[in-house]
């Protein structure tokens, strides 16, 4: 049927990496971990004024097996992280993490025994934003962060 | 909030207990008593069934970081028919960090004893079901007390590990 329709006399070529690449980076569906204020701005992020849906991130997939990004908005108590590692090991790879926020990122103001400074202690982090809470262009620009470092990676040949 | 209310049951109060009512705070809106630890209980029974204070709204610890006396346990109760709100305080000593337990007059001090308890290290005899709260049951540490670093102490909390369980 209708390649022929659609693409006429013409083609193109391109590697199957950089196929695979473009669609992946242009369809990163969030796995909103909204655990304090930050997630507020995080949903302001999805709303239509600021409107992910220009860099394919609107579905925000309340099921890890559903998304590509997972966004910990907020601060993490030491008993918050094993939910959050146990969602974490069931998304599906290529998965992705961005800490959303000075408290996420680093421990933030929560400075006490109780709560994880910084939830790269336990889990890999791609992209961190300042702010307490960050604006949601700020959310964006880590978006737009981890296209960029999907478009660097070796995709078809490290995800074997 | 009627202050003659509050004096005649500051007044009561007075006559019940005669000397082991050590102090009375009266500068702030609501009256904060100090009394002796032997009378507590006694005490308490005498706010809810006498003086009807019905409603207790929450039971705290303090640590004051004394050589004596160290800590204190305050008891926060309201009094709904009179619109009161009264504060009854205690001395804990660190030697011997034991209360008897209110549970048997208001039900509601359950957690909120267990949470001095988590919190400061405090035993209250007679409760049904002292265990710690918020941290786990193995936890050897109590958070709040002023020797208890900041940051905690590391490794006492576990962090998941970062190896997923399926490879």
């Given at each position: 049927?209708?390649?022929?329709?659609?693409?006429g006399e013409?083609?193109?070529?391109?590697?199957?990496?950089?196929?695979?690449?473009?669609g992946?980076?242009?369809?990163?569906?969030?796995?909103?971990?909204?655990?304090?204020?930050?997630?507020?701005?995080?949903?302001?992020?999805?709303?239509?004024?600021?409107?992910?849906?220009?860099?394919?991130?609107?579905?925000?997939?309340f099921?890890?097996?559903?998304?590509?990004?997972?966004?910990?908005?907020?601060w993490?108590?030491?008993k918050?992280?094993?939910?959050?590692?146990?969602?974490?090991?069931?998304?599906?790879?290529?998965?992705w993490?961005?800490?959303?926020?000075a408290?996420?990122?680093?421990?933030?103001m929560?400075?006490?025994?109780?709560?994880?400074?910084?939830?790269?202690?336990?889990?890999?982090?791609?992209?961190?934003?300042?702010?307490?809470?960050?604006?949601?262009e700020?959310?964006?620009?880590?978006?737009?962060?981890?296209?960029?470092?999907?478009?660097?990676?070796?995709?078809?040949?490290?995800?074997? | 909030?009627?202050?003659?209310?509050?004096?005649?049951?500051?007044?009561?109060?007075?006559?019940?207990?005669?000397?082991?009512?050590?102090?009375?705070?009266?500068?702030?809106?609501?009256?904060?008593?100090?009394?002796?630890?032997?009378?507590?209980?006694?005490?308490?029974?005498?706010?809810?069934e006498?003086?009807?204070?019905?409603?207790?709204?929450?039971?705290?610890?303090?640590?004051?970081f004394?050589?004596?006396?160290?800590?204190?346990?305050?008891?926060?109760?309201?009094?709904?028919?009179?619109?009161?709100?009264?504060?009854?305080?205690?001395?804990?000593?660190?030697?011997?960090?034991?209360?008897?337990?209110?549970?048997?007059?208001?039900?509601?001090?359950?957690?909120?004893?267990?949470?001095?308890?988590?919190?400061?290290?405090?035993?209250?005899k007679?409760h049904?079901?002292?265990?710690?709260?918020?941290?786990?049951?193995?936890?050897?540490?109590?958070?709040?007390?002023?020797?208890?670093?900041?940051?905690?102490?590391?490794?006492?909390?576990?962090?998941?590990?970062?190896?997923?369980d399926?490879?």
């Open positions: 049927m209708s390649l022929d329709r659609v693409m013409g083609f193109f070529t391109t590697t199957l990496d950089s196929l695979t690449k473009w992946r980076s242009n369809a990163i569906w969030p796995m909103p971990m909204g655990l304090a204020c930050c997630a507020i701005e995080m949903m302001a992020f999805a709303g239509p004024k600021y409107d992910a849906a220009r860099f394919g991130s609107e579905v925000f997939r099921s890890p097996r559903q998304s590509d990004v997972m966004i910990v908005a907020g993490c108590t030491y918050m992280s094993h939910a959050i590692r146990r969602v974490w090991d069931q998304m599906p790879d290529p998965k993490c961005i800490a959303m926020g408290c996420a990122s680093t421990g933030g929560h400075r006490c025994y109780g709560v994880v400074q910084g939830v790269d202690n336990f889990l890999p982090v791609d992209a961190y934003i300042s702010g307490c809470p960050p604006r949601p700020s959310v964006i620009n880590a978006i737009m962060k981890i296209q960029d470092k999907i478009k660097e990676e070796q995709s078809m040949s490290l995800d074997s | 909030m009627n202050s003659d209310t509050k004096q005649a049951l500051l007044q009561k109060i007075r006559d019940k207990l005669g000397d082991d009512l050590h102090e009375v705070y009266e500068e702030y809106q609501y009256p904060l008593l100090r009394i002796n630890r032997e009378r507590l209980h006694e005490t308490c029974r005498f706010m809810k006498e003086l009807h204070f019905i409603y207790l709204n929450d039971v705290l610890g303090t640590d004051r004394t050589s004596v006396d160290r800590f204190e346990v305050i008891y926060h109760m309201i009094s709904l028919r009179d619109q009161q709100r009264f504060f009854l305080k205690v001395f804990v000593d660190e030697e011997d960090p034991v209360l008897p337990t209110v549970t048997d007059l208001w039900t509601s001090a359950n957690w909120n004893e267990r949470e001095v308890y988590d919190m400061f290290g405090i035993r209250f007679g049904p079901d002292l265990r710690r709260i918020f941290l786990p049951e193995d936890f050897k540490y109590f958070p709040l007390r002023k020797e208890f670093p900041l940051l905690g102490v590391p490794g006492s909390l576990e962090l998941p590990s970062s190896t997923p399926h490879d």
